[in-house]
DNA sequence: CAAAGATATTTTAAGCTTGAAATGAATCGG
DNA sequence: CCGATTCATTTCAAGCTTAAAATATCTTTG
């Protein structure tokens, strides 16, 4: 490839890239609006809930935390307010006095249903202009993004 | 278009919107970690530096808010850390005394030529999976998505 | 001109986020 | 068994972010 040819796929990259973020950040900006004003609750509780609702085991903090990719300490502050709320609970683990596992409460599980189903149809919504297909094939692209990504850490 | 159909749509946009997240996030967060330890600076000032950067003549607390897409509250709290690092200034704006208009200083300006020259590098390496014919494709998909967000606003 | 409304900015309170340090507990090698 | 290391979690300090309230100034209108 030429020099030209590549600072020129570079500069694209980089628009695609601000357009990613800005595409990204709006409907991000939407879901968290929609969510305070409608619930009074926010993205990263619902993440955390989200992650929960999958394991109604229960999920150690560490786990949790690998799993949102988030920091320990971040996870303690927003399971603490979960607490507070009423909606999740921790529970000592039997054979390891250092972990903690983690559930959704009764009330918790009910509150995130009624949360994920609004969130699938805000979701809809705000994605509306893209098919199927084109869905499909972005996502393909993402993933090899993903993938170098990945590797890369 | 049936009801199944909608419903496997509405599913795979949600899946979209799922990678998106995750991928624009992993973006984001290398980006930063890089701005941190090679740079000692953040992605938000950055920001800000560039917004500056593309008005030499300056721009006003409001102007600079409006266009990042952030509180008022938040580019004050940003613009005062840049003002201590000795990377940008606010000047009294003849005619308005409420208003201040804030600058890139020389300094600035060093700054962040050297930092702009690092994340386009850093962009092109991340998103490298990408060629340029794919990415003219996302971009006009996701063009689309932020023309419906834009209207909805 | 004075009151009312609009505008520019800062302040405040609350929450999210991180990296690093601290704590307490489990495990491992000798 | 004991000291060192690793592991799970919390605490801490700093920065980012927002919405809402507070300030100060400008503009409009009666």
Do not use: C, Y
């Amino acid at each position: 490839m030429s020099v030209e040819v590549q600072a020129k796929a570079g500069k694209t990259r980089l628009r695609l890239w601000l357009k990613l973020l800005k595409t990204s950040n709006a409907v991000e900006t939407a879901l968290r609006d929609r969510l305070r004003t409608e619930f009074g609750t926010t993205l990263p509780r619902f993440d955390v809930m989200a992650a929960l609702a999958r394991s109604p085991e229960g999920l150690k903090m560490s786990e949790l935390s690998r799993r949102l990719r988030v920091s320990n300490g971040n996870v303690t502050g927003i399971v603490d307010r979960l607490e507070v709320e009423g909606h999740a609970e921790r529970h000592a683990v039997a054979g390891d006095r250092r972990a903690m596992e983690v559930r959704l409460t009764g009330k918790g599980r009910a509150h995130f249903d009624t949360l994920a189903t609004a969130h699938e149809a805000w979701v809809n919504e705000l994605m509306g202009a893209i098919t199927e297909a084109e869905a499909a094939r972005i996502m393909e692209d993402l993933d090899s993004v993903a993938r170098d990504l990945e590797e890369k850490r």
